[in-house]
């Protein structure tokens, strides 16, 4: 049988998608992306409505291939301020430390589940590719979206997500391993045991479903996209590889740890956000556990984390940074976008 042609089906020249990482890149990477013939992501998940919108303008006039506008579309749950002050018992220390007033802690999250408002800003422009993590957005919301044409893609973590985003009006799904960084997609399991390497879980979702599959998570050379490809994905999801890309925002503390000792030993945390998310270890992972069960739900945990960072980066320290990446990291390197894209397809 003639493998498909992901690439002529999203309409761009090669089976390769750059991951959305919101926090290190915005429409600039995927800009580039788009003009070396792969498919540029733009992360939509911390931005409103009128942010977005910027982006799709900057990717508008800057390319006229297919882009991708990615979302989160997790349950919302109220601000919890029982468990929130538990958890600034905890903090304590490091408020002290830094000189951090808890009367300057908020109650508003940090990242927005996709939502009618925002598809009201950028249905006119009918983006082509829209992404989400976490699932799919409620019924009527992903009609809208596919009512403008746009092919909706999705990321799995386990067979029984990939199965359940195909059975509920997905295009195509990322099969997200393990070994991924940044923010795991589940949303059937809260369960880490459940979460397998990409290339355990890419072959069982490629047998058992009928949509495209894009393999995501440890993909950092032409010889592990070649792999993929072989184990039965229509194309690749990188992210990791391009974080030291010149047109990534990624911050200089950021980039530090990347290229230091430290980047060889990454770890699933929840205390950035309260969801497992792969990053280096760093200070705070070390100090509260990677994963803390008194973690503020998603995304809430951002709010005291997010002055700590703040004050630590003021000293020039990573301590509550969120290192995002994936574990196969060494083979970042500082320079364009479009050389990286090169390398990976063998081009």
Not at 45 to 70: C, F, H, Q, S
Not at 94 to 100: D, S
Request: proline share 5%; aromatic share 8%.
């Amino acid at each position: 049988m003639e493998k498909f042609d992901f690439a002529k089906w999203i309409g761009v020249d090669l089976p390769l998608i750059q991951a959305p990482m919101a926090g290190v890149q915005n429409s600039k990477l995927a800009l580039t992306i788009c003009k070396a013939g792969g498919l540029g992501s733009v992360p939509c998940g911390m931005l409103d409505a009128g942010a977005v919108v910027e982006e799709i303008k900057r990717m508008k006039e800057g390319t006229d291939k297919p882009y991708n506008l990615n979302f989160f579309c997790h349950t919302s749950y109220p601000f919890d301020a029982e468990r929130h002050q538990a958890w600034r018992i905890q903090l304590k220390p490091f408020f002290q430390r830094y000189g951090i007033d808890e009367s300057a802690l908020g109650n508003k999250a940090s990242r927005l589940p996709f939502s009618h408002e925002i598809a009201d800003a950028i249905e006119d422009f009918a983006p082509p590719i829209v992404s989400f993590h976490f699932g799919l957005p409620e019924p009527s919301l992903l009609a809208r979206v596919k009512g403008w044409g746009a092919k909706v893609l999705s990321s799995a973590t386990t067979l029984e997500e990939a199965q359940w985003l195909e059975d509920n009006g997905a295009d195509a799904v990322i099969v997200q391993g393990i070994e991924a960084g940044g923010h795991r997609g589940m949303f059937l399991t809260e369960s880490l045991d459940a979460q397998q390497p990409t290339m355990e879980l890419l072959p069982k979702v490629a047998d058992a479903i009928n949509l495209p599959v894009i393999a995501a998570g440890g993909l950092a050379t032409r010889d592990e996209v070649v792999q993929a490809l072989a184990f039965g994905a229509d194309a690749v999801q990188i992210g990791t590889a391009y974080l030291l890309s010149d047109e990534a925002s990624t911050s200089a503390l950021h980039r530090r740890a990347l290229t230091s000792e430290a980047a060889k030993n990454t770890a699933l945390t929840n205390v950035f956000s309260g969801r497992p998310a792969r990053g280096i270890i760093n200070g705070a992972m070390a100090a509260l556990d990677c994963i803390s069960e008194k973690a503020p739900v998603f995304p809430f945990a951002s709010i005291e984390m997010g002055l700590l960072r703040a004050a630590a980066e003021k000293e020039g320290r990573d301590d509550f940074t969120p290192l995002w990446s994936g574990v196969n990291n060494s083979h970042c390197e500082a320079i364009g976008a479009a050389a990286i894209t090169r390398k990976l397809m063998g081009i």
